[in-house]
């Protein structure tokens, strides 16, 4: 009688565990100039009745290694598209997923109360005579953090990269720079638009023309893991989708070009 009990038992007891297995919640590894914008939407992804989102932020290059070494991450979110080709080329997203549907813009700002004035920037902007004889320029490192290699490339289109080399602060992240110039341990650093936006108290006093780096592009994908995961592939959806959109604007995110 007990194991016809336990026999009769069996599928509910499949049915419960697929359910949960269902309703995991999905790891997102996503660069860290999206931290607000990726909590908002995640409070609207719970707002469904969904498990809110398990969220991992850092630099991308940081998180695609940890992909790589085997990270249980079900989608993907570059700051550019070089760390998920990366990833990509090691066969670990799932390519027909990708795309690119946001991008930003990549702005010189001061810390608050500092001298800085508005400034447009152009390859007669003279960066050493903003920062003094003392200051140094906080940027993420352009070594391995997409921020940071967008700074460079607008440098070097100033002519100005080889004299701001030496003076960098280099930071491990795009959020970590941010930082440095709050507390004001470098008067002037380069950041995404976004990011000096979620820091009121910073001031915007030049914007880097389009011209002078690369598009700033957000690739989105599942990792091999998630492509397994119906909650992944529906939140790529949602996240990527026209109704996620106001959102992305909102916090000064805009359409890819």
Known sequence: MRRRSLLAAAPWLGGVAAARAQAQPVTIFAAASLTEVLRDLSGQWAA???????LSFAASSTLARQIEQGAPAGLFISADEEWADYLQQRGLLAEPSRSSPIGNALVLIAAPGGTGQPVALSPAT???AL??????LAMADPAHVPAGRYARAALTWMGQWDAMAPRLARADNVRAALL???RGEAPLGIVYATDAQAMPGLRVIGRFPPESHPPITYPFAL???GQQQPQARALLAFLTGAEAMPHWA???FISAP
């Open 48 to 54: 469904r009745g969904h498990p809110p989102p398990r």
């Open 126 to 128: 003279s960066l050493a």
């Open 131 to 136: 920062l003094g004889r003392n200051g140094r």
């Open 180 to 182: 440095l110039v709050e």
């Open 223 to 225: 990792t091999r893991q």
């Open 250 to 252: 909102r916090h000064g």
